[in-house]
């Protein structure tokens, strides 16, 4: 595993982004961030690598979060009386990581970027996107597959 000072680096906006769209509050998020690293530092020992350090820290950020809402229950009702309309700054981040998302769909070869274009945004069943290849439905189906590996790699790597 990386050093953690690296990961922190690395990771710390992604749990922080993550926080703030479950507690839709940037003070609290960023506190929970800091529990979470705090956290992942205790317990680096026990990560075996299974999965991706940001699955890691991610879950770790979830029971951090449990464990506040557990000693603050009254704040559960406060956050249901929230209107649920997102801040500026969570609006900002969702458009930045669409934005993101979309230059590396761009970035995919053919025909799986196509494929994915069908799929995701046009609303087409596998059926559908077969036959606009002039392919099988099973084509479309492991092509789009293929295309959302590579996505989900090529993010990976970056994150």
């Given at each position: 595993m990386q050093p953690m000072d690296e990961i922190?680096?690395?990771?710390?906006?992604?749990?922080?982004?993550?926080?703030?769209?479950?507690?839709r509050d940037e003070n609290l998020a960023e506190e929970l961030t800091q529990e979470t690293f705090y956290q992942a530092i205790r317990t680096s020992d026990r990560f075996d690598g299974s999965c991706a350090v940001s699955t890691?820290?991610?879950?770790?950020?979830?029971?951090?979060?449990?464990?506040?809402?557990?000693?603050?229950?009254?704040?559960?009702?406060?956050?249901e009386q929230i209107i649920a309309a997102p801040s500026a700054e969570h609006q900002a981040l969702?458009?930045?990581?669409?934005?993101e998302l979309l230059r590396r769909v761009h970035s995919l070869p053919e025909p799986g970027r196509e494929v994915l274009y069908l799929r995701i945004y046009?609303?087409?069943?596998?059926r559908e996107i077969g036959d606009v290849?002039?392919?099988?439905?099973?084509w479309a189906r492991v092509t789009y597959y293929r295309a959302k590996e590579k996505l989900r790699k090529d993010v990976e790597q970056d994150v």
């Open positions: 922190y680096q690395q990771y710390a906006r992604m749990v922080y982004r993550y926080l703030l769209r479950l507690t890691w820290l991610c879950a770790i950020a979830k029971k951090v979060l449990a464990t506040y809402r557990r000693k603050h229950p009254d704040l559960e009702d406060v956050e969702e458009q930045d990581a669409k934005v046009g609303g087409l069943s596998f290849f002039g392919k099988t439905e099973n």
